[in-house]
């Protein structure tokens, strides 16, 4: 499937940060891009959690786009990081020519987790 995503964007935020990620969401959509937000996607009965016999829609979503847009917040750093990083890393993985991974601030809180997670996709820590 490289090179043929359904999605260009998928936009992981948390759901405290939903209207602010609403409007870029929008914006991204009117601009012609093909965004995966999660209650575009999401329908009421849809598992968001994965389990043996389903996919996830979450993880369905990160699988079918292009580009993982990570939006960044004091809310997005409360919320578990070692998750974070395993639905995150087929974006950072430097030999994934077809993935991308952009993270966006969506205020001025402290981004210490962030350094610590890009150390881990450069290789240090």
């Not at 919320?79 to 020519?97: C, M, V």
């Not at 969506?106 to 996709?121: N, T, V």
Request: glycine share 6%; proline share 6%; charged share 35%.
């Amino acid at each position: 499937m490289p090179g043929e995503f359904p999605y260009d964007v998928f936009l992981s935020h948390s759901a405290k940060d939903k209207p602010v990620v609403r409007d870029v969401a929008e914006r991204l959509r009117k601009d012609g891009l093909r965004v995966w937000f999660d209650e575009w996607e999401i329908r009421p009965g849809d598992s968001i959690e994965k389990t043996q016999s389903k996919t996830a829609k979450i993880e369905e979503g990160l699988e079918r786009s292009r580009v993982l847009v990570l939006c960044m917040s004091a809310n997005a750093f409360g919320s578990d990081w070692a998750q974070l990083e395993s639905g995150t890393f087929r974006f950072r993985d430097p030999l994934n020519k077809d993935r991308r991974f952009l993270p966006l601030r969506l205020d001025d809180a402290p981004i210490k987790e962030l350094k610590l997670f890009c150390g881990r996709f450069h290789g240090r820590t």
